[in-house]
């Protein structure tokens, strides 16, 4: 159990200038997941205020998620999971092309570093998946909302074959800001180039068959290439 004197600044509500001290040392290992907060007798005289305001402090951590109040065994710092992590970007809505940009801009750096993870640790029923997504685009090619669904799932399975769920859960912040984008582009597509539809497919294809082979550098090679062609065809440099 924690016993430590705080010091407070003076520029927010009380019981936000505690709650950001206390999620502070979460952020900076002073206080570990899973470990017992002090009593909220024993946090007011640490903090030197009233107890309401050391419980309004809990209420606010507890509701986002920090920390857990178990009823008669006391405050826990929770273990965050990778589900509870994610990018925090905005309403996509307002975005400017510069900002979908730099949104996409993230996704190449997490797609090309989980890439050779993937080919790596790819299971057998990962793979099942994989051409299961493949065939599913195949079949809805000129098809916008169907293939852009199809083409999230392929590259979702690639960041779960990585075998890190946090990896999986940033790749879907940052791809859900431009699913629009990628949606509006392939709808233009298939009226006005239906090539370049096609070429997008076999550069899928390129990538699913590295991944069988478990050919590293060539797996990493196929999305770089494949993640340049779609920067081109959205931000329109085709």
């Known amino acids: 159990i924690l016993k430590m004197k705080y010091e407070l600044p003076k520029t927010k509500k009380l019981y936000e200038q505690i709650a950001a001290i206390i999620e502070q040392k979460i952020v900076n290992g002073e206080i570990s997941p899973g470990e017992k907060l002090d009593s909220v007798e024993q946090l007011a005289k640490n903090f030197e205020v009233g107890r309401s305001a050391i419980r309004e402090a809990l209420t606010a951590l507890q509701a986002r998620g920090i920390i857990e109040i178990r009823q008669g065994e006391g405050t826990y710092i929770r273990q965050v999971t990778a589900e509870d992590i994610s990018l925090n970007i905005p309403n996509y809505a307002t975005f400017s092309q510069q900002d979908l940009q730099q949104i996409f801009e993230v996704r190449k750096i997490l797609e090309l570093g989980l ?3 993937a080919a790596k640790h790819r299971t057998d029923q990962q793979l099942v998946h994989l051409k299961q997504a493949l065939e599913a685009m195949n079949e809805a090619l000129i098809e916008p909302q ?3 669904d199809a083409d999230m799932k392929f590259h979702t399975i690639i960041a779960e074959a990585a075998h890190n769920p946090l990896l ?5 912040s940052v791809s859900k800001p431009i699913s629009t984008q990628i949606q ?6 298939s009226n006005t180039n239906p090539h370049a539809l096609y070429n997008l497919h076999e550069e899928h294809i390129e990538i699913y068959h590295a991944i069988v082979s478990q050919n590293y550098s060539q797996a990493k090679q196929a999305m770089a290439k494949h993640l340049e062609t779609v920067e081109l065809l959205l931000f329109n440099k085709l």
């Open 146 to 148: 169907a293939s852009s």
């Open 168 to 172: 999986v859960s940033m790749l879907q």
């Open 184 to 189: 509006h582009t392939r709808s233009i597509l």
């Open 115 to 117: 890439i050779e993870n």
